[in-house]
């Protein structure tokens, strides 16, 4: 036997995480994350998931995440993965205020929460500041300010116009009238691994059906396709106001349901959407 690691499956919007209360510490060494994750994650001979998520102390917050994706590297960030773990951490009664404080590789990020009947049931996340910068991003696209409707030429592929934006986490935004014709898994993964994204890159293409609402399919780095991408709704609204293609008030449609998005006059855009439990198990990590 090896050791045992109990876990939580939760979903948001069908963006779907193994989720780990680590809150004594790692049970695992550092050097096993990675590998870790891509057994997991593997949805044929592990769990399966889009992702694991793993809740520690914090020093500076409430709890601390980590998430590590399918293949094994570390993400900054994600939105549906912190309303999951938010969710794990105030149904446990760690947390019983309006709002909690995450730790993660991208800040200190502020949630509030919606329960009922002493469970959270939606989230309404902080996100910060959309980065344009491209040396913050990274990208190498653009010019010093920003890298907004740029060309990009995609081996094999065709050219595209692009804009490159970062929510903690870098994302490439595509505007298309056909977006349900597009071969997402051919594009996606020749976009996130471009040269022009030394860190590779979320990529998100986007159809504007009016001015307060965005239909998003996503290419998640290290996931592939995905149900649904928090960071990336708010990249492509980011994007579509920026471009006046929008309000800076959207409802952003996904495979998986519905974000609201909001970049209010702050400079922060906020995220709001649900969290779910699917099932709780033990897996013995060898």
Known sequence: MGVPILFVKMHGLGNDFVVIGALDGLPLPEEQLGEFARFACDRHFGIGAD???????????????????PDGSEAEMCGNGIRCAVKWFYDRDYAKGEWVQVETLAGIKTVW????????????VDMGEPIFEPHRIPTLLG?????????????????????????GNPHCVLFTEKLDEVPLE???????????????????????????????????RGAGMTFACGTGAC???????????????????LLGGDLEIEWRDNGHIYMTGSAVEVFRGELAWV
């Open 51 to 69: 992702g694991v998520i793993w809740i520690l102390p914090s020093q500076v917050a409430d709890f601390r995440m980590r998430i590590f994706n």
């Open 186 to 220: 051919v594009i996606g993964p020749k976009i996130e691994h471009h040269p022009a994204f030394p860190q590779r890159t979320n990529v998100e293409f986007v159809k504007v059906v009016s001015p307060h609402k965005l239909r998003v399919r996503v290419w998640e």
């Open 113 to 124: 929460v919606r329960a009922e009947k002493g469970k959270a049931i939606a989230f309404t």
């Open 143 to 167: 010019d010093e300010k920003e890298a907004i409707e740029v060309p990009l030429r995609v081996e094999g592929v065709g050219s595209f116009v692009v804009s490159a934006v970062s929510m």
């Open 235 to 253: 990249a492509s609204l980011a994007v579509a106001v920026k471009t006046g293609r929008t309000e800076r008030h959207a409802i952003v449609h």
